[in-house]
């Protein structure tokens, strides 16, 4: 079935140090991609989508480009701040009615 | 513009018993989807109504069950509740059914004891 991996955390970094966190998927035809952030006691915030190969989504400094070829979608942010400390998670939507979400991966990062 | 709004956002329940959670969406959304969040099993679809009517179920019990209001706002309820329902519930609105730019609610935390 459709599914995500992403890399395990949990991930520490000092502020401006480069973020990336692996997202490969598994699925048929053509789905969705995106990335939710959740920061501590809040629900889920969409950071960035792509809908099809070779887009790039980016918001907020953060960057993830549909890549077919290795059915990856890895996120990256080249400076991180202290207020980008939250859970990441990679998800896809196969066909449209749901997410299917990755396990997530808490990123601290330390001032 | 108000967002995704659930309540309660706290909720102790003793097993057994069952629950009503309620969550408005986005004005002008007409779906709302359902999640599960739990540190084991991760986050996981339950379901998804649009116009009043279920459209997808996720692989969850028949315990699980909701609805949707005319004015798109909905409910699910977990009757029988077990210790292994303590989650965080998840509810998303889209405009459209199908459409999965999802904006989610802050979610509602229910310990079962």
């Known amino acids: 079935g459709d599914s995500v991996t992403q890399m395990e955390g949990p991930v520490t970094l000092s502020e401006e140090a480069f973020l990336t966190i692996n997202c490969t998927y598994t699925?048929?035809?053509?789905?969705?991609l995106f990335w939710y952030v959740q920061y501590p006691g809040e629900g889920l915030q969409l950071l960035l989508k792509a809908t099809k190969a070779d887009d790039k989504g980016s918001n907020k400094g953060f960057e993830a480009t549909y890549r077919k070829e290795t059915t990856s979608f890895h996120l990256e942010k080249g400076s991180v701040q202290v207020s980008d400390s939250a859970v990441y998670f990679c998800?896809?939507?196969?066909?449209?009615?749901?997410?299917?979400f990755g396990a997530g991966t808490t990123v601290t990062v330390r001032a | 513009k108000a967002g995704v709004t659930q309540t309660p956002r706290y909720l102790i329940k003793t097993r057994g018993q069952q629950v009503t959670l309620s969550c408005s969406p986005i004005?002008?959304?007409?779906?709302v989807s359902w999640y599960q969040q739990t540190p084991g099993q991760g986050l996981q679809f339950l379901f998804e109504?649009?116009?009043?009517?279920?459209?997808n179920k996720g692989n969850f019990p028949g315990r699980f069950s909701g609805r949707q209001f005319s004015n798109s706002r909905s409910e699910m309820n977990v009757s029988t509740l077990e210790l292994g329902d303590s989650a965080l519930y998840l509810c998303?609105?889209?405009?459209?059914?199908?459409?999965?730019?999802?904006?989610f609610g802050q979610g509602t935390r229910l310990t079962v004891v």
């Open positions: 998303a609105s889209s405009l459209e059914a199908g459409n999965t730019e999802a904006f």
């Open positions: 699925a048929t035809g053509y789905p969705s």
């Open positions: 004005s002008g959304h007409r779906s």
């Open positions: 998800a896809l939507s196969p066909n449209d009615y749901k997410l299917s």
């Open positions: 109504y649009f116009s009043e009517t279920q459209r």
